[in-house]
């Protein structure tokens, strides 16, 4: 926020002030808070908005992984919506949490979609 004033001396010293506090690099954004049983909207994108799923194939493998990811760790898949490019998950998290959840649903996809396709 940026204050004006008549008086350019006060007005350079609030500047300068200002200019001091402002961070020199931008932060990461904060880590998700994540408890066993916390309710969580996730959206999965394709690098650079390439395709995530391109047959059906890939959209049966994409929903098993899911599937099996989610016993494995205890996650219950509440809501899924799967495009081309990207995907929106509503889950409750687990005893594994969140992020051991993601990886081992993402991991084994993008391995097994990357043998197909590349």
Same mark, same amino acid.
């Given at each position: ?8 001396? +006060?007005?350079?010293?609030? &500047?300068?002030? %200002?200019?001091?506090?402002?961070? *020199?690099? !931008? ?33 049966? +493998?994409?929903?098993?992984? &899911?599937?099996? %990811?989610?016993?494995?760790?205890? *996650?219950? !898949? ?33 391995? +097994? ?6």
């Amino acid at each position: 926020m940026y204050l004006i004033f008549e008086n350019s001396t +006060l007005k350079g010293e609030l &500047l300068l002030q %200002a200019q001091e506090k402002q961070p *020199t690099h !931008i932060m990461p954004r904060g880590a998700r808070l994540d408890a066993p049983g916390t309710l969580h909207h996730v959206m999965v994108r394709g690098i650079e908005g390439n395709q995530i799923v391109t047959d059906d194939d890939d959209r049966h +493998l994409f929903v098993s992984r &899911l599937s099996i %990811a989610a016993a494995a760790t205890g *996650t219950k !898949i509440y809501a899924w919506a799967l495009m081309t490019n990207h995907a929106h998950l509503l889950l409750k998290s687990g005893e594994a949490g969140l992020s051991i959840f993601m990886r081992k649903f993402l991991t084994s996809y993008a391995v +097994l979609y990357n043998r197909r396709h590349f």
